[in-house]
């Protein structure tokens, strides 16, 4: 296969290597199975920021693109502005999608993948896009947002969460018990079992 495309609100930098290390080190994994691995995250611009800068360095800064490279992978960064609470967050995402779309068609090429580390916003403009240009992708259930709104069936966060995972070739669960919900939630999508623990011979009861 030759690339994998990872889409996740943050992850891991120079400066905050511990930073979503979790979703870095499955994309270590699943990238040895790839000639190429991409990340594309986000920055996020706050409402008080809309105070702290100009208009035209406002509109400069959410024009603009990072470019930076963390423990041998390429992470591609849009700076986005957040107005909208956790309650209907999805929202913030679709205002992006053209910005989205313009960043990352160069990166599909024949063979691409990819993976989406579900949380509302970034996932579901991502999840848009891909369906629509007809890349396949599979979703990472991660455990807070799923266990917040699975169990909420009339909340505009459910059925983000059933949109991404019924146009996923997959759902990756951390664990054995966010994999029945997703399965229970949603019956006819198909679900991974990937349970990322912790190293024992270092984290132990005392």
């Known amino acids: 296969m030759n690339r994998l495309i990872v889409v996740s609100n943050s992850y891991p930098s120079n400066e ?5 290390v979790f979703i870095h080190n499955r994309t270590k ?25 100009p208009k035209v360095k406002l509109n400069q800064l ?3 693109v990072n470019f930076t490279y963390f423990d041998g992978i390429t992470i591609i960064e849009m ?5 909208f609470p956790e309650h209907i967050l999805p929202i913030n995402g679709l205002f992006y999608y053209s910005r ?15 993976q989406l580390a579900t949380w509302g916003d970034f996932s579901f403009l991502a999840s848009i896009c891909f369906h629509r240009l007809k890349v396949p992708f599979f979703a990472s259930a991660i455990g807070n947002y799923e266990n917040t709104y699975l169990s909420k069936p009339r909340s505009l966060n459910y059925r983000v969460l059933k949109y991404i995972f019924t146009n996923s070739s997959f759902v990756m669960c951390r664990s054995e ?5 997703v399965k229970n939630a949603f019956k006819h999508t198909k679900t991974i079992n990937y349970i990322s623990g912790v190293d024992l011979s270092v984290f132990r009861n005392t």
């Open 16 to 20: 905050d290597p511990s930073n979503m």
């Open 29 to 53: 994994q699943l990238g040895t199975f790839y000639k190429d691995v991409v990340v594309i995250s986000r920055k996020k611009i706050k409402y008080y920021d809309l105070l702290r800068y």
């Open 100 to 114: 989205f779309k313009r960043i990352v068609k160069p990166y599909i090429i024949s063979g691409t993948t990819v």
């Open 79 to 83: 700076y986005c502005l957040h107005f």
């Open 177 to 181: 018990e966010l994999e029945g919900k």
């Open 62 to 64: 959410i024009e603009k």
